[in-house]
């Protein structure tokens, strides 16, 4: 029976459920916070004997809940027919792609979508409710209706400064699929280092992917081993956007070929965090093949529509010789029928209609850029709330500080919509929340990082406006970290956060 029917429930303030990671509400448990929800008195017994039944379009989805199940359970849950945890794809039109119903009575729990990309958000949603606890468990009633305010909820990695192993951004790419993320930007070359195969140009890897900042051994991923990276991230509905930066940013491709340098000579390794100095040869048609090559097979990699062109922090070309190269990459990417992404510096350049705009840096006033942007979408990854990789205070040990320090509050309590003047929800394709590694070098330190700020700038990119509730938020997130313990995900105890004991 239905007891409460909340709309928004996380905007109405009206939190009385302890906080606690066993038994807390579905209204009270769920994160990022659903667009309608409903507590009802039902129960459901979660046994060794519950089976889950999935459409043939997403076995792979049935299958995926039912090991969560069993990792945080140990019932031994498995996939049949007629599961008393039924997933559907009869959701309705509605729900677009993302979105998903879940419902949780005494008799059974299902999850509709019209999608197989929403019943996976559906899933995540379900196991927020599932306790961390050995032997059956008792999940709480209600139902959620559930679709994303944005179509880009992204999360991007540097994995160029310091190198990351594919087990190590699988790690993240699972972190990442709890909290409804479906982007993962990967940065995949700058000055210390080339991290993907491009079998045009093989000294990329042989000599650009050999550095990383420190002097550490680098690291690239093959051809292979990124497809299987890319698949990892589909089969958990998010998608892969590779940075290949440029014009700058670009020491271990000049320190690879001698040719993309105006004076033809091939550059050291650079081993430090300066930025601004590289730069690849504007107009040298050695620099116009490259480009080409370079994207046409990113492109062939990348089964999503977005590639990444960087475009950030030049100091070495003039505005006219910086804006040629910034638009031969984004022809580059065009001609391979894919849509060019980058750092809003390119709006300097004459853009194509489509061509997205990534906003980072605050200290510019924000009027020209938007105007030189003309039409653009932006997705907004503001230094000062979104950049991961930033100290959450000046005693943090890990992390960089030149965009100030963000605490959990600072990166939740901004809207998408009001943050440049001028672009409002209409011109916003979402938010991403970046983490640069010049000072993090392994999963653990990635993920001390990214938690909790990332379920902060996830529910920003999935809620509605009208649920944005810090005291809400800061209740669900708190109950979030009985599930990281037990996922052994290292993350900040930040002192705004009432965890449970
Ligand atoms: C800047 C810079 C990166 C740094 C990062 C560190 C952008 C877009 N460019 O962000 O090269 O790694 O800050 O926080």
């Given at each position: 029976?239905?007891?409460?029917?909340?709309?928004?429930?996380?905007?109405?303030?009206?939190?009385?459920?302890?906080?606690?990671?066993?038994?807390?509400?579905?209204?009270?448990?769920?994160?990022?916070?659903?667009?309608?929800?409903?507590?009802?008195?039902?129960?459901?017994?979660?046994?060794?004997?519950?089976?889950?039944?999935?459409?043939?379009?997403?076995?792979?989805?049935?299958?995926?809940?039912?090991?969560?199940?069993?990792?945080?359970?140990?019932?031994?849950?498995?996939?049949?027919?007629?599961?008393?945890?039924?997933?559907?794809?009869?959701?309705?039109?509605?729900?677009?792609?993302?979105?998903?119903?879940?419902?949780?009575?005494?008799?059974?729990?299902?999850?509709?979508?019209?999608?197989?990309?929403?019943?996976?958000?559906?899933?995540?949603?379900?196991?927020?409710?599932?306790?961390?606890?050995?032997?059956?468990?008792?999940?709480?009633?209600?139902?959620?209706?559930?679709?994303?305010?944005?179509?880009?909820?992204?999360?991007?990695?540097?994995?160029?400064?310091?190198?990351?192993?594919?087990?190590?951004?699988?790690?993240?790419?699972?972190?990442?699929?709890?909290?409804?993320?479906?982007?993962?930007?990967?940065?995949?070359?700058?000055?210390?280092?080339?991290?993907?195969?491009?079998?045009?140009?093989?000294?990329?890897?042989?000599?650009?992917?050999?550095?990383?900042?420190?002097?550490?051994?680098?690291?690239?991923?093959?051809?292979?081993?990124?497809?299987?990276?890319?698949?990892?991230?589909?089969?958990?509905?998010?998608t892969?956007v590779?940075?290949?930066?440029?014009?700058?940013?670009?020491?271990?491709?000049?320190?690879?070929?001698?040719?993309?340098?105006?004076?033809?000579?091939?550059?050291?390794?650079?081993?430090?965090?300066?930025?601004?100095?590289?730069?690849?040869?504007?107009?040298?048609?050695?620099?116009?093949?490259?480009?080409?090559?370079?994207?046409?097979?990113?492109?062939?990699?990348t089964p999503g529509p977005f590639v990444?062109?960087?475009?950030?922090?030049?100091?070495?070309?003039?505005?006219?010789?910086?804006?040629?190269?910034?638009?031969?990459?984004?022809?580059?990417?065009?001609?391979?029928h894919k849509t060019?992404?980058?750092?809003?510096?390119?709006?300097?350049?004459?853009?194509?209609?489509?061509?997205?705009?990534?906003?980072?840096?605050?200290?510019?006033?924000?009027?020209?850029?938007?105007?030189?942007?003309?039409?653009?979408?932006?997705?907004?990854?503001?230094?000062?709330?979104?950049?991961?990789?930033?100290?959450?205070?000046?005693?943090?040990?890990?992390?960089?500080?030149?965009?100030?320090?963000?605490?959990?509050?600072?990166?939740?309590?901004?809207?998408?919509?009001?943050?440049?003047?001028?672009?409002?929800?209409?011109?916003?394709?979402?938010?991403?929340?970046?983490?640069?590694?010049?000072?993090?070098?392994?999963?653990?330190?990635?993920?001390?990082?990214?938690?909790?700020?990332?379920?902060?700038?996830?529910?920003?990119?999935?809620?509605?406006?009208?649920?944005?509730?810090?005291?809400?938020?800061?209740?669900?997130?708190?109950?979030?970290?009985?599930?990281?313990?037990?996922?052994?995900?290292?993350?900040?105890?930040?002192?705004?956060?009432?965890?449970?004991?």
């Open positions: 029976m239905l007891v409460a029917t909340l709309l928004c429930t996380a905007g109405s303030g009206s939190f009385d459920t302890p906080v606690s990671p066993l038994g807390a509400s579905l209204a009270a448990s769920v994160l990022p916070a659903p667009e309608h929800v409903s507590t009802s008195t039902d129960r459901f017994p979660l046994t060794a004997a519950t089976r889950i039944s999935a459409p043939a379009g997403a076995t792979a989805v049935g299958e995926y809940l039912a090991a969560a199940i069993r990792r945080a359970t140990g019932l031994p849950v498995r996939t049949g027919e007629r599961g008393s945890i039924a997933l559907t794809l009869d959701g309705k039109a509605s729900l677009g792609p993302e979105g998903y119903h879940l419902a949780i009575t005494t008799a059974g729990v299902r999850i509709d979508a019209h999608d197989p990309a929403g019943l996976f958000h559906g899933v995540q949603t379900l196991r927020q409710v599932i306790p961390e606890r050995s032997g059956a468990v008792t999940l709480p009633g209600g139902t959620v209706t559930d679709t994303p305010r944005f179509a880009w909820r992204g999360a991007s990695l540097d994995v160029a400064r310091h190198f990351f192993s594919v087990a190590e951004v699988e790690r993240y790419i699972d972190a990442l699929a709890l909290y409804k993320i479906n982007t993962l930007h990967l940065h995949l070359t700058d000055d210390q280092g080339w991290r993907i195969e491009i079998r045009s140009r093989p000294r990329l890897t042989q000599i650009g992917a050999a550095t990383e900042i420190g002097g550490g051994h680098g690291g690239f991923y093959t051809q292979d081993e990124y497809r299987a990276l890319v698949k990892y991230a589909q089969d958990r509905f998010i892969v590779p940075e290949i930066e440029l014009p700058g940013h670009t020491n271990a491709a000049l320190a690879s070929y001698a040719e993309l340098n105006c004076d033809g000579k091939a550059r050291r390794p650079y081993l430090s965090s300066g930025v601004g100095f590289s730069s690849v040869c504007p107009g040298r048609q050695a620099t116009e093949y490259f480009i080409a090559d370079v994207f046409a097979e990113v492109a062939a990699l990444h062109i960087g475009g950030d922090e030049v100091k070495s070309l003039t505005p006219r010789e910086y804006a040629s190269v910034v638009e031969s990459a984004q022809r580059a990417v065009q001609a391979q060019a992404i980058g750092w809003q510096e390119i709006t300097a350049a004459a853009l194509d209609p489509g061509t997205v705009v990534q906003y980072w840096q605050r200290n510019d006033p924000p009027g020209p850029l938007v105007a030189a942007a003309g039409k653009a979408k932006f997705v907004l990854s503001p230094a000062d709330k979104t950049y991961l990789d930033m100290k959450y205070n000046p005693q943090t040990e890990l992390g960089l500080s030149w965009a100030g320090f963000v605490e959990v509050r600072d990166a939740y309590d901004w809207d998408p919509a009001t943050l440049l003047p001028g672009v409002g929800e209409a011109r916003v394709l979402g938010v991403e929340a970046p983490i640069w590694t010049e000072t993090l070098e392994n999963a653990s330190d990635v993920l001390f990082m990214a938690f909790p700020r990332l379920p902060a700038i996830a529910e920003l990119g999935w809620s509605p406006r009208s649920s944005h509730d810090w005291d809400s938020f800061r209740r669900r997130l708190a109950i979030q970290a009985p599930h990281w313990d037990a996922m052994h995900l290292s993350y900040y105890r930040s002192p705004q956060i009432p965890w449970p004991r």
